[in-house]
């Protein structure tokens, strides 16, 4: 495991530089580290990836030095587990929409006494080898730092959501928020409509919402590009201008 490179370069007062991925492509985690990227952003959730991709990508980006995060399929915790298990280090978790959901959720991304998230055998937790977790402290030590290391971020997607926000942003595990312009603006009555003003103003709500509430935006601490709107020949440019 190491340090989470987007928050590592947050704290340099900057944002994350982070990749995109909808299918799994060893060669471009390779690729998006050459042209300086600080993470990847893996979409379990619309794109197509198994825990044995998960696990691969994890290995290879760590050994070039970025942090790998991912929207789960759905927030349960049974999906959550198997891509912590493999070295995620950030979960965004779609359609939340009450409290309730939202501490299920942080619960499952964080180890007690933060939460409930279940120890496995995996590189999240470091494949279970005592030396190496004893040089963390031991087991306690190890999840603190994990904790300390994992983004918990809350899709808000849906008129429901924003309804609940202030309860949703109460949940203390909850890193912070993010958003689903196209699934908000159907929930708004307005499908096919995400550039509605409408929809747009209510976003900024929310986000602003966030904020007063000290809760991370996620548009605030990380710049998310994928190989659609980004050519890989471009990226170091790209990269070293936006900081």
């Known amino acids: 495991m190491i340090e989470n490179t987007i928050l590592k370069k947050n704290k340099e007062g900057k944002k994350a530089n982070v990749f995109d991925l909808t299918f799994p492509s060893l060669q471009l985690v390779e ?3 050459h042209a300086g990227f600080d993470g990847i952003n893996c979409d379990g959730e ?7 991709s998960i696990d691969d990508i994890c290995r290879v980006a760590n050994g070039y030095g970025m942090s790998v995060i991912a929207r789960v399929p759905d927030k349960s915790p049974y999906w959550i587990n198997l891509f912590l298990d493999r070295g ?3 979960i965004v978790g779609p359609h939340v929409e009450t409290k309730k959901e939202a501490q299920d ?8 006494p933060d939460g409930n998230r279940s120890w496995g055998g995996g590189r999240g937790t470091e494949f279970n080898d005592d030396i190496k977790i004893d040089e963390y402290g ?20 849906s008129v429901p959501g924003w309804d609940n926000l202030n309860e949703i942003l109460d949940v203390i595990g909850l890193s912070g928020i993010t958003g689903g312009p196209n699934d908000l603006a159907a929930s708004m009555g307005i499908p096919g409509e995400p550039n509605n003003p409408k929809r747009e103003k209510l976003t900024i709500d929310i986000d602003n919402t966030a904020r007063s509430k ?5 548009l605030d601490i990380m710049r998310n590009l994928s190989i659609q709107n980004l050519m890989i020949e471009n990226g170091r440019k790209f990269v070293n201008e936006g900081n």
Do not use: R, Y
Request: aromatic fraction near 10%.
């Open 31 to 33: 690729l998006a580290s």
């Open 46 to 52: 619309h794109g197509n990836f198994s825990p044995e």
């Open 88 to 90: 995620i280090q950030g």
């Open 105 to 112: 959720f942080a619960d499952a991304c964080l180890f007690p």
């Open 138 to 157: 031991g087991k306690l030590e190890f999840a603190k730092w994990t904790n300390k290391n994992m983004l918990v971020i809350a899709q808000i997607e």
């Open 214 to 218: 000290n809760k991370l935006v996620q």
